[in-house]
């Protein structure tokens, strides 16, 4: 295996570098290193091309540091991320390695942290959204600053749908529903979540929460976090989460707007 530092090439052993995991869109890796103290280091990463490549692994980091920032063993630390020399249309993020086995994890150890990821962010000026652009894969999310949850949401659902709708073509069906979902079921479901005095804190949240990006390092046994309808994380899940945070009300209207939530993930 070869790798280019500047002008230099050099040889590397695969122990050194060596492909690790698995993404649809971008090339992934581990790198296991000597520090000048003596110990060992291996690191995580992730390389991608062009202006969305790049745009990609600044996302990456900025998300990562954030849910690191607050909950230190939900996620893994990011170290950085840059654009090759050689290669300027070719760009990495890097964060630490963590081993982690496939069993699901604890329900009330995973939901824990979850709950105190959701309870201790605070949005810097009390809105939805997020200072850059982040990616469901290789599509950009709408995540434009907005006071309202029900307009947040609205949008970020409209934008994923432009995509759906440009990639496959109009759908009579899709045509038919959803000038109802948007004028009836949306405003039905997530607008008395802020009527009547009621108020939701914006919170960070992960994007891709499902069961295949968690896990238990295999070392200190830490569980973490590691990349958003269908996975394992059953009704045990859920009721272990509702032990540190209550249902938004009006309580009633909970499953109907997981459902919906269901949706938009959906479409992500």
């Known amino acids: 295996m070869e790798a280019q530092f500047g002008k230099e090439k050099y040889r590397l052993d695969p122990a050194v570098l060596a492909d690790h995991g698995e993404s649809l869109w971008a090339n992934t890796g581990r790198i296991n290193v000597k520090l000048a103290n003596g110990t060992l280091q291996s690191y995580f990463i ?4 062009k202006d969305t490549g790049k745009s990609m692994v600044h996302a990456e980091f900025e998300s990562m540091k954030a849910i690191h ?19 300027p249309d070719t760009h990495f993020f890097l964060c630490e390695f963590r081993h982690f086995g496939d069993e699901m994890p604890d329900p009330e150890d ?13 949005s810097p000026n009390g809105k939805f959204g997020f200072h850059v652009t982040t990616y469901a894969g290789n599509l950009p999310q709408m995540v434009d600053w907005e006071s309202s949850w029900e307009v947040f949401f609205t949008k970020g659902l409209r934008h994923a749908l432009d995509f759906e709708i440009k990639a496959k073509g109009p759908d009579p069906e899709l045509d038919r529903l959803l000038p109802m ?3 009836r079921v949306i405003p039905r479901l997530l607008r008395p979540l802020e009527a009547n005095g009621r ?45 540190h945070v209550e249902k938004s009300p009006p309580v009633e209207d909970y499953d109907g707007r997981v459902d919906l939530y269901k949706f938009d993930m959906a479409m992500k």
């Open 46 to 49: 992730k390389v991608v091309s």
């Open 199 to 243: 108020s939701i804190k914006p919170s960070l949240v992960h994007g891709d929460l499902w069961y295949a990006n968690t896990g238990r390092d295999t070392e200190t046994d830490e569980f973490g976090q590691w990349r958003p309808t269908c996975n394992k994380f059953d009704e045990t899940y859920s009721a272990a989460y509702h032990k």
């Open 181 to 183: 979902l948007f004028s």
């Open 110 to 122: 995973f939901t824990l942290r979850l709950a105190k990821l959701h309870q201790n962010s605070q």
């Open 69 to 87: 920032g607050i909950t230190p063993d939900f996620a893994p630390n990011p170290v950085g991320l840059g654009t090759y020399t050689a290669i």
